[in-house]
């Protein structure tokens, strides 16, 4: 914490707030007195000047293109660690040693599983339900399904809770996707690691054996670990708001899933392939690239831009070795997508409107292209970084229900409409 303050003069009345200091990033004006000091509020409508919370968990500097969770950098720990590793980092503060290690991950294996009754719930849902409408539903129920570990108040609950939302969100997102195709719901196994048995419980049938391979599902946990956190993003935000109101974390991540699908937010990886292929070909970028440019033209380029890296998504540049390393496995380097995919980012990185914005692919250019060659449709694509997302979203919360100086969250509004006024009888209207 820092000594300085910021002065604001209005007319001829100067008013002091402090300046806030954090352990790395642009400092904070506080601001808590404002209202009660001058009598007015700020107008930040989608809170572009706004801190909303002290947070110890994930970092980013936009200009810089570092991305930290818990100070260690994504590129260290795509490469060297694993999710579930990263999940106990996320949520604890530190590294596990080998035998917290263990634990957690015996823990997390030993909650997998979904009360049978959840059976019976996934059948209420019509056959072509997306599966972010089935997964947002399904971590909802969890509220009614897990009674035991609904009260905030108590640590224990808080913790089962926790672990309960990592553990089954790939048996969620997983019987989503064998829901929509119409084949047997597969248990998880627990002599398999997290990636691997996600893979196994959305592509093995009882009808054979299923053999996950190695490459696939290290590629399938660096998707999980590098959209594990992303700091107060909408949907982390969204989790936050809800919980601020002590609603039980069932609810307040189902309100995390629901954020995430917007086509601007976690929807954009599923938005961003279907436009690749609408491309189609290499020689039909420059209409596109045309159209993102046009103003009177609502088209933007999907996987592209982003609200906080100016400079480039550390998470694209691990994403893009990833879809080679995975395409080369699969025997497909020459996928038309893939190739659609660099020539875009090439023609788009050396284009004037794109360079003078600083708009750079994000995470989601090229997660879409990895989870296609894997084998999954579209409409899996926001559902995975949910099932990823999880992590974040319980170890921001856990953060914010153990803050003590946590408020309920409860912005103000600039008010345009119209003054007071006497209600008129529907005859004289
Ligand atoms: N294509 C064309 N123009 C764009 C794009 C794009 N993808 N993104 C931003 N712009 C333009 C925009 O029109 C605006 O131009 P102007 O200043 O002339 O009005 C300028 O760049 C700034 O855009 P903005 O919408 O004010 O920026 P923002 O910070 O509010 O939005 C964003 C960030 C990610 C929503 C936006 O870049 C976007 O819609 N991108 C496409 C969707 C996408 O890929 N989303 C995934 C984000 S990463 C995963 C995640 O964390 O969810």
Not at 193 to 213: G, I, Q, W
Request: proline share 5%; net charge negative; glycine share 6%.
């Amino acid at each position: 914490m820092t000594e300085k303050n910021a002065k604001l003069v209005i007319g001829d009345k100067t008013y002091e707030f402090p300046i806030i200091s954090g352990s790395v990033g642009p400092d904070v004006i506080d601001i808590r007195t404002l209202y009660k000091q001058t009598g007015l509020f700020t107008f930040d409508p989608g809170y572009t000047s706004t801190g909303s919370t002290e947070s110890q968990i994930t970092y980013i500097d936009g200009d810089e293109g570092t991305l930290l969770y818990r100070g260690y950098p994504i590129e260290q720990l795509a490469e060297k660690s694993n999710f579930v590793e990263v999940a106990y980092l996320l949520l604890n503060g530190e590294l596990p040693t080998a035998a917290e290690y263990d634990k957690f991950s015996e823990t997390v294996i030993r909650h997998t599983m979904l009360h049978e009754q959840i059976v019976k719930f996934y059948t209420g849902f019509r056959r072509d339900a997306h599966p972010m409408a089935i997964t947002c539903g399904a971590v909802g129920a969890m509220s009614a399904f897990y009674h035991d570990s609904t009260d905030i108040t108590d640590e224990k609950q808080r913790e089962i809770a926790t672990i309960r939302l990592i553990a089954k969100m790939p048996t969620i997102v997983a019987w989503a996707y064998k829901y929509s195709i119409g084949q047997p719901f597969v248990y998880p196994r627990n002599d398999l690691d997290f990636a691997s048995n996600f893979l196994r419980m959305c592509f093995a049938v009882p009808a054979e054996e299923y053999e996950v391979s190695p490459t696939l599902a290290r590629a399938m946990d660096r998707i999980f670990t590098l959209h594990a956190d992303h700091e107060q993003n909408a949907s982390t935000s969204t989790v936050r708001l809800a919980g601020s109101s002590h609603a039980n974390p069932f609810a307040c991540i189902a309100a995390g899933v629901a954020s995430l699908w917007g086509p601007a937010h976690g929807g954009a990886n599923e938005a961003a392939l279907m436009m690749l292929r609408e491309i189609g070909t290499p020689d039909r970028i420059p209409e596109y690239v045309a159209r993102a440019k046009d103003k009177s033209d609502p088209f933007r380029l999907m996987g592209f831009g982003h609200r906080v890296y100016k400079n480039y998504d550390p998470r694209a540049k691990v994403m893009q070795e990833t879809a080679r390393e995975v395409l080369a496995e699969l025997g497909v380097e020459n996928n038309p997508t893939l190739q659609v995919a660099q020539q875009l980012e090439k023609i788009a990185l050396e284009d004037e409107y794109f360079v003078e914005k600083k708009l750079y692919p994000n995470v989601d250019f090229y997660s879409g292209i990895i989870l296609d060659a894997i084998g999954f449709p579209t409409s899996m694509f926001t559902a995975i970084f949910a099932l990823a997302r999880t992590v974040g979203w319980v170890s921001q919360w856990k953060e914010m229900i153990e803050d003590p100086t946590q408020k309920i969250g409860r912005p103000r509004q600039l008010y345009t409409g119209s003054d007071s006024r006497d209600y008129t009888d529907i005859g004289t209207r």
